[in-house]
């Protein structure tokens, strides 16, 4: 089956980032598709590489990181929240004139369109957030 | 349906929004701290004991137990891991996430 994921909660915070990422990894361990995963309002803090917690906490970004390298996730940061908490790729750092980017690997900026298609394509789409 | 309330009944109203509109044969689960609705003997256990005769009623074990009350969940609620939260999601044709 297919799954979509939204994540509307940053690291860190409460549980939802958590959550959704123990709820990925156990549709993709039970043979399940995930069509993507759309970080929105404060998910896309998600998608930071500028974070260092301690050595004996989760990464939470990396953890996604590792999980898209692995199963070839299509990690999406919605622009506009993107824009407003200074999550920026290389394309947005020269559109908007920025100093640098901060993007995590395996994560792509794009638009909300993202979220509709993939709440058409998936078969579920499951909320994470606060 | 499957509807997931993922906060305490003692901070938010979540799980009675949801209880207001879910119709009956649907299946309630609770994740994160959602998870104190099923406590025993709390304010909410009676709420919640009404609401079993009408649905089904799940929460996610890994939940409950980090919060050291998996010895003191009321009975006849189906406990579930992550690999059950995900089966619960392929068999319910919709989703609420009542955030």
Known sequence: MKFAIQVNEGPYTHEASDTAYLFTRAALEKGHEIFRVFFYHDGVNNGTNLTTPPQDDRNVTNRWSELAAKHNLDLVVCVAAAQRRGIVDEGEMKRNGKSAQNIADGFRISGLGQLIEAGIQADRLVVFGD | ?99
């Open chain 2, 1 to 99: 349906m499957l509807h997931i309330i993922n906060k305490s009944p003692f901070e938010r109203n979540s799980l009675e929004s949801c209880l207001r509109t879910a119709s009956k044969g649907s299946t309630l689960l609770f994740i994160e701290d959602g998870v104190y609705a099923a406590l025993e003997g709390s304010a909410k256990a009676d709420t919640l004991r009404q609401a079993m005769q009408d649905y089904t009623v799940c929460v996610l074990e890994p939940d409950l137990a980090a919060r050291g009350i998996a010895a003191k969940a009321m009975d006849g609620i189906k406990r579930v891991d992550y690999a059950g939260f995900v089966d619960l999601v392929a068999e319910s044709e919709r989703v609420q996430s009542w955030l």
